[in-house]
């Protein structure tokens, strides 16, 4: 079992940037897969970007390739998402989610795949 805590989130204007953490403890991160979701008002939850913490290869969500980067900082135990240009339809929670395991490549960023998850950051931008 690991914890997972967000932090990062806000409210920015459309074309800014923003950069979310989040702190893993309580189990061998280096394990596991984590993966960045967000949850629109009313929408399902989608998958945003995965990484798998042992070798770093990512995957993205064609909505957001381009302007987010998935990384992680294996000494603090921290996995970020840094996201550039942002829209307004970027506006969502925000979670964090780890798995430990190995998911064929194109379910990555299925939720069904992740067992523990962060509380969410709240995620606003404005046109």
């Known amino acids: 079992q690991v914890h997972l805590v967000e932090s990062g989130g806000g409210s920015v204007q459309a074309g800014g940037s923003l950069r979310l953490s989040c702190a893993a403890s309580?189990?061998?991160?280096?394990?596991?897969?984590m993966a960045w979701f967000r949850q629109a008002s009313g929408k399902e939850r989608e998958g945003v970007a995965a990484?798998?913490?042992?070798?770093?290869?990512?995957y993205y969500a064609d909505s957001v390739k381009g302007r987010f980067t998935i990384s992680q900082d294996n000494a603090k135990n921290t996995l970020y998402l840094q996201m550039r240009s942002l829209k307004p339809e970027d506006t969502a929670m925000y979670y964090c989610?780890?798995?430990?395991?190995?998911?064929?490549?194109?379910?990555?960023?299925?939720?069904?795949?992740?067992?523990?998850w962060g509380q969410g950051t709240q995620v606003t931008v404005s046109s």
């Open positions: 989610a780890a798995q430990e395991g190995d998911f064929i490549r194109n379910t990555l960023l299925a939720t069904y795949n992740y067992n523990n």
């Open positions: 309580g189990s061998t991160y280096s394990t596991y897969v």
């Open positions: 990484i798998y913490i042992a070798g770093g290869s990512t």
